[in-house]
C-alpha cells in the first residue's frame, strides 16, 4: 500500500479540503500537471493562489494526495476481492466491477494516473506507484493463469495478453465515463464482462 509523505501548512477542515483536492484533480487531468499551476487552481477554487498555502504546501504535494488517495481505496476494494476465496471467473468480474466502482468515485484521479505516472515513478515521492504497479500486475496475472489451470479460462489463453487488454479495456473508461450518467459502474462492468468473457458474436441456434 502507499505511503504517504505530504506534509501541510495547516489543518483545514476536512470538507474544504476535499473540495480542493476535487477541484485540483480536475484541472490536473484537463490541462496535465507540468501545465497547472496553483494561481490556476486557485482560480477554479474561487481563492487567491497564495490562499492555496494555507492548505497544502506545494502543487505536488495535492497531486500526492489525490493519487495515494485513489489507490488506497482501490486496494482496499481489490484486496477484499483477492481475500474472499473466489473462483478465477468470479474474481475477474468482481475485479473488474470494483475497477468501474473506482472510475465512478476517482475519474479525474485516474486520469491523472494514465497520463502522468510514466514520469511520477522517477521520483522518489511517487515510489508507491511502482509498488501498485507491481501488486497490480501480479493480482491479474495471477487470477489469469489460475483460471487457465483449472479450466476456467481456454488453456492457448496468452495470459500477458489477456491481462493488458482487460486493464486497458477497463482503465480507458476514464476517457468518456460522466458520474450519474444513463448507466451505473456495475451495469458498465455487467456489459463489459459479458463481451470480455463471453464475446460479442451472436449465437447460432442449435441444429
Known amino acids: ?19 480542493l483536492l476535487a477541484t485540483a ?22 481563492l487567491l493562489a497564495g490562499s492555496l498555502y494555507y492548505h497544502f504546501d506545494s502543487k505536488e504535494s ?13 486496494w482496499t ?18 475485479l473488474v466491477t470494483e475497477s468501474f466502482r473506482e472510475i465512478d468515485r476517482h475519474r479525474a484521479a485516474v486520469a491523472i494516473y494514465q497520463k502522468e505516472s510514466r514520469h511520477l515513478v522517477t521520483q522518489p515521492r511517487f515510489g508507491y506507484l511502482v509498488d501498485s504497479q507491481r501488486k497490480f500486475e501480479k493480482a491479474w496475472l495471477g487470477t489469469l493463469e489460475r483460471g487457465v489451470v483449472d479450466g476456467s479460462f481456454r488453456a492457448d489463453l496468452d495470459i500477458r495478453l489477456a491481462y493488458r487488454f482487460v486493464r486497458d479495456t477497463v482503465w480507458v473508461a ?26 460479442i458474436a451472436g449465437r447460432q441456434p442449435a441444429a
Open 1 to 19: 500500500m502507499p505511503t504517504n509523505s505530504r506534509k501541510t501548512t495547516a489543518n483545514p477542515a476536512p470538507e474544504r479540503r476535499r473540495e
Open 25 to 46: 484533480a480536475e484541472v490536473f487531468a484537463t490541462q496535465g500537471y507540468n501545465a497547472t499551476t496553483v494561481r490556476r487552481i486557485a482560480d477554479e477554487a474561487g
Open 62 to 74: 495535492m497531486l500526492d494526495e489525490i493519487l495515494s488517495g485513489f489507490l488506497d481505496e482501490l
Open 77 to 94: 476494494g481489490y484486496d477484499a476481492v483477492l481475500d474472499a476465496g473466489l473462483g478465477p471467473r468470479e474474481t475477474i468480474e468482481a
Open 174 to 199: 476514464a476517457s468518456w465515463y460522466r458520474p450519474g450518467g444513463a448507466h451505473s459502474p456495475e451495469e458498465i462492468a455487467r456489459q463489459y464482462l459479458s463481451m470480455v468473457l463471453d464475446g
